[in-house]
T-cell receptor, first 111, second 112 residues
């Protein structure tokens, strides 16, 4: 089955802790994205990558970091500098300028 | 700043009626537009995309694009309770970037 997987489904973070959200795709898409969604709000772009070993900041990159070492993988780290990390995190992938397909999401909660 | 704006709703329609969802955009160079459906607690799923002026139909769904007036709409005919969800409008920028610009979504409830 082709698709996008995200893990874990739920993630709990303690204050001062860095946590990493996984995103993997087997659609052979060049572009991958991370979005944050808060209750009742739309999607805000955190980071995106159009090619391996390259990525760009989105609208709300502060407190987050990413890497793109493989075409299939685009992990997101929520650092301790992100003071309000509680949200629903969505990973997506696409061919250039085409439809973005989303993974099932990771819900991050702060203990 | 490139923006896509939607009425947040909520929009309520009776079962069997036509639901009309609207979206306006600020970037006149935007090329393509996408409608996603998002059920509560789930990730968005694509319903339709449109890049030419006019109408595009797919089953009960019709997307309409008017580039001169910079609006996009989605019509859902014969609305069903299973259509109750939040609908997100997204557009691509006028440059060659891959990123989308999402609206905040419109909540639709279809009343049986």
């Amino acid at each position: 089955d082709g698709g996008i997987t995200q893990s874990p489904k739920y993630l709990f973070r303690k204050e001062g802790q860095n946590v990493t959200l996984s995103c993997e795709q087997n659609l052979n898409h060049d572009a991958m994205y991370w979005y944050r969604q808060d209750p009742g709000q739309g999607l805000r772009l955190i980071y995106y990558s159009q090619i391996v070993n390259d990525f760009q900041k989105g609208d709300i990159a502060e407190g987050y970091s990413v890497s793109r070492e493989k075409k299939e993988s685009f992990p997101l780290t929520v650092t301790s500098a992100q003071k309000n990390p509680t949200a629903f995190y969505l990973c997506a992938s696409s061919r250039p300028q085409e439809t973005q397909y989303f993974g099932p999401g990771t819900r991050l909660l702060v203990l | 700043q490139k923006e896509v704006e939607q009425n947040s709703g909520p929009l309520s329609v009776p079962e069997g009626a036509i639901a009309s969802l609207n979206c306006t955009y600020s970037d006149r160079g935007s090329q393509s537009f996408f409608w996603y459906r998002q059920y509560s607690g789930k990730s968005p799923e694509l319903i339709m995309f449109i890049y030419s002026n006019g109408d595009k139909e797919d089953g009960r769904f019709t997307a309409q694009l008017n580039k001169a007036s910079q609006y996009v709409s989605l019509l859902i005919r014969d609305s069903q309770p299973s259509d109750s969800a939040t609908y997100l409008c997204a557009g691509t920028p006028g440059n060659t970037g891959n990123q989308f610009y999402f609206g905040t979504g419109t909540s639709l409830t279809v009343i049986p």
